[in-house]
């Protein structure tokens, strides 16, 4: 008999203000006992909605308002909170899509896991120590890690902690929702593979929620696929890759599977075809027919610009924009009467050209981010140069920094949280026009306007008098790239702008940039944990490895043929689903 069964559950957000939004619609799925199942869509199709539904968690105006679900034969659907209460942690748990915010920052990790087993468990002082020991071995992490808050550990350790803490009193059903996201895909493989290894061991049950079809398939054993609120394909993860039912499965399977498409290297040169592949944008993010979705994904698929190919070759002639030369950035790390340096970045050189894509990539604490608060004036290096045109950015003083960001600004990496939520669109996208360009009133609405068209958020009119909330995760990274060309900069930093991207908007994302880098002559720094994405886009790209460059080169050839062993390390721990001829042409 399936530990979990949901039968015919509609989800409902019901306000006064608008209509009824139906967000899960006439939904059935059942898991067994020990089986994992994966439950993959693009942001917006009702996946964390229904999961939060399914463990009783859902939020107002969110409502069940129709079916079941039934948890070891129980219907748990309209269970008081007084009975549904003692099942969570011992039977039912999760590992929040925050994971990576949901501890608490005031305490520190041991007595987080003293909570939860003192609240419903009667396990001595001693006894809930060892447990603690226990679980935090299990998930790779030292014991002696108790002592620490959830800000002096990674992000692959405090996701490490989450997991653990979820099944800290072996419950059978675990619900995990986007327990990857954001992490670069070396601590990522990790935790996947730390999971399985869990998981088979003491047999729970596991709905695993991920806008990443290579993770899914990494781990599942069954896959669902959930589009505009309904589940329209459930089936073994490989018959899914081979034989996808419905069309938008075939559609996302096929926007993931380009990523995939070999490179090649010529002479240096970044590979025409890549060019014309880079664009697997997909359907736009409100499609009026879920049958249409592979035609649309054909008929408007994009390409990066055709010229790119011999551009790599003519580059060098251009000026340089802005040039970094050896620089380096030190900390110095104090616990107790104890300082420790940490070299964040050392001795990096290289070289922005306008129209030019230069990608920084590297796992999480390798100083990509650092190099790009170095490059913004963020922070200063402390050995090195980094010259804009003429001018020494490191010598800067604060008034003149203000001028030099007219010329530099940055797209950051969570367009869910880079957004002001209590400002409409118009007011969040006009204050640098008045900041920077001194445009006011009707001036300034126009050029709003103007903005959106270009980021393809057309008609710009459905969207200027829109909140934050009231966007897509594309749509909100298409207004953030929109804010940051309101200066008219020469100079972009895109600091993983599609980490928190599904891969179908990432792509439309990606491509949005390109066309801006190459028609507008910007030139662009562009920050990731995701060589893929960089082979799509960059010209050149550079692996960092603790602060160091440790290897660089045209984008094709570097991928096609990597010589470092971190750089292989990378292109080894992305999950490849369609490795070994496992997807039919």
Known sequence: MAILEVKDLDVTYLTRRRPPFHAVKQANLHINPGEIVGLVG?????????????????????????????????????????????????????????????????????????????????????????RTAELLEMVTIDPSFVRFFPHELSGGMKQRVALALSLALTPRFVLLDEPTTGLDVVVQRSILENLKQIQQQLGFAVLIISHDLGAIMEVADRVIVMYNGELIDDQPSQDVLLHPKHDYSKMLISAYEELWKPATATDGQVDAVIAARAGTATTPPERPHVASAAAEHHAGQTHLTPARAGYAATHQGEAPVLVADGISKHYIRRRGFQKTRVDAVADVSFTLRKGYITALVGQSGSGKSTIGRLITGVERPDEGTITFETTRVDQLS???????????????????????????????????LANFKGLKGRAARDRVHEMLEQVGLTPSSRFVDKYPHQLSGGQRQRVVVARALAPGPVVLIADEPTSMLDVSIRAEILEILNRLVRDQGIAMLYITHDLLSARMLADE???????????????????AQPQHEYTQLLLSSIPNPFAEGMVAD
């Open 42 to 130: 693009e942001s917006g199709s009702g996946k964390s909605t229904l999961g939060t539904a399914v463990i009783r968690l859902l939020d107002p105006p969110g409502t069940i308002t129709g079916g079941q679900v039934v948890f070891d034969g129980k219907d748990i659907t309209r269970l008081p909170e007084d009975e549904i209460r003692p099942l969570r942690w011992t039977e039912i748990s999760t590992v929040f899509q925050s994971s990576m915010n949901s501890l608490n920052p005031v305490t520190n990790i041991g007595k987080q896991f003293k909570d939860v087993m003192e609240a419903h468990t009667d396990m001595t002082d001693r006894q809930i120590a060892e």
């Open 398 to 432: 604060r008034d003149q920094l203000k001028d030099y960001r007219t010329h530099v600004q940055l797209v950051f990496q969570d367009p869910y949280s880079a957004l002001n939520p209590a400002h409409t669109i118009m007011h969040s996208l006009s204050r640098p």
């Open 541 to 559: 790209i550079l692996v960092l490895n603790k602060g160091r460059v440790v290897e660089s080169g045209a984008a094709a050839s570097l991928i």
